[in-house]
C-alpha cells in the first residue's frame, strides 16, 4: 500500500471532508486527517484511507467490473441475501460445529468466523454491518455500503468497506457506518 499525503494534523477529531473521485466517479465523506492510500489485491485497484491513531482503523473502496447482466444491486437478491452473502462466502464455523464442543477442541488453520448484524437496502446502495475473526486473530467490525452503476461500456459493482478491530466496535462503528452511508455512486451514463 502506498500512502500519499496526508499528515496527522494537530489538535482534536476533525471534521469529514468530501472526496470525489476523478477516475471513477464516486463521492465519499472521509473522516478528518485520514491519510489516503492506493493499492491493488486480486488486480483490482482500491482507494482506501487510514486513521492516523490506528492502521488497523480504515475505509477502502473497490471498483469491480461486472457482467452486462448485473445492472442493479436487485441482480444479487435482496439487502439481507446481499449480507448474508457476503458472510457465508468467508465463514467456515459451521463446519466445526460438533468439534466446536470438545473440551479441547483447538481452531484449525483456516478458521473464520462471520456473523451478520444487520443489512439494509437506501436507493440503489446495500449497506451491511458484520463482524468477522480468523484463526489467531481478533475480531473486527465492519459497515459496508455496495451498489452498481453503469459508466462508460461496463457495468461497475462499487463497495466501500469501513472497519475497525472489534474491540473498538461501541466506539467506532457510529463514525464507519456514517462513512458507509455517505457513499455516492457515480451518475450513471444515459
Known amino acids: 500500500w502506498a500512502q500519499r499525503g496526508g499528515a496527522r494534523a494537530e489538535g482534536g477529531p476533525q471534521e469529514p471532508s468530501a ?36 492502521r488497523d482503523t480504515n475505509v477502502s473502496v473497490v471498483v469491480k467490473i461486472i457482467s452486462p447482466d448485473f445492472v442493479d444491486m436487485g441482480s444479487f437478491g435482496d439487502a439481507e441475501q446481499w449480507g448474508q452473502g457476503i458472510v457465508s462466502q468467508m465463514d467456515t464455523s459451521w463446519k466445526f460445529g460438533r468439534q466446536r464442543q470438545k473440551k479441547n477442541w483447538v481452531e484449525p488453520d483456516g478458521f473464520v468466523e462471520a456473523r451478520l448484524i444487520d443489512a439494509k437496502s437506501s436507493g440503489n446502495l446495500y449497506f451491511a454491518d458484520y463482524t468477522v475473526r480468523e484463526k489467531g486473530k481478533p475480531t473486527r467490525y ?30 467506532l462503528s457510529d463514525k464507519l457506518k456514517d462513512v458507509a452511508r455517505s457513499f455516492d455512486l457515480p451518475q450513471a451514463d444515459a
Open 142 to 171: 465492519v459497515a459496508t455500503a455496495s451498489g452498481v452503476a453503469r459508466t462508460g461500456m461496463y457495468n461497475r459493482l462499487y463497495t466501500v468497506t469501513a472497519q475497525c478491530l472489534g474491540e473498538k466496535q461501541a466506539e
Open 19 to 54: 472526496y470525489q473521485d476523478e477516475d471513477f466517479g464516486f463521492g465519499l465523506r472521509v473522516p478528518g486527517g485520514w491519510a489516503p492510500a492506493e493499492g491493488e489485491t486480486q488486480g483490482l485497484k482500491v482507494k482506501a484511507w487510514v486513521s492516523p491513531d490506528d
